[in-house]
């Protein structure tokens, strides 16, 4: 989206433009109305979604995990009271770091996944050029008028009127 102003990229969410400060509310809502994406509303709603999704998968896998690490602990224990061998070792030793190794899985791929999920359609729609980037040619902004200034004008012209 662009202000129809000054012609500078905004996104649909934006109250107000950042270049010249015309209220883009408005203009925001039409653009939603005609445009055939997904709201941002919905957007907010899918991507919570995927995100609890994501977290429910973790958690399994990491309660999975556990229960693998647990079982290897429980077989590292019986074998050091009841002595059963080299065998029972080896396997108690696999499933020690095969499920710690689950669990971590689990983790970085919860991490993977969230980090991939989209940002949403105004991210994707708003290319970024190259005088977004560029610093000002003049440093120094402009003088903005004050705000006063129009009050102290009017009343000096009601103080003319009402002496004359």
Do not use: W
Not at 56 to 73: K, Y
Not at 119 to 133: C, F, H, I, N, R
Request: proline letters at 6%.
């Amino acid at each position: 989206m662009h202000c129809p102003n000054c012609g500078k990229v905004a996104t649909p969410d934006q109250q107000f433009c950042r270049s010249c400060g015309m209220n883009l509310e408005s203009v925001g809502k039409l653009v939603a109305e005609h445009s055939s994406a997904i709201s941002p509303s919905q957007t907010k709603i899918e991507k919570a979604r995927a995100e609890q999704e994501i977290v429910r998968r973790m958690f399994t896998s990491l309660m999975i995990g556990m229960a693998i690490l647990g079982f290897g602990v429980f077989l590292l224990v019986v074998n050091k009271s009841f002595r059963l061998g080299m065998p029972v070792s080896l396997l108690a030793s696999f499933l020690l770091l095969g499920g710690t190794g689950y669990a971590a899985f689990a983790v970085l791929n919860a991490i993977r996944k969230g980090a991939s999920l989209p940002l949403g359609t105004a991210a994707k729609e708003l290319p970024v050029t190259a005088s977004d980037k560029s610093l000002p040619t003049n440093p120094v902004p402009e003088q903005l008028p004050s705000v006063t200034e129009r009050t102290t004008q009017l009343i000096a012209r009601d103080h003319g009127q009402t002496d004359a």
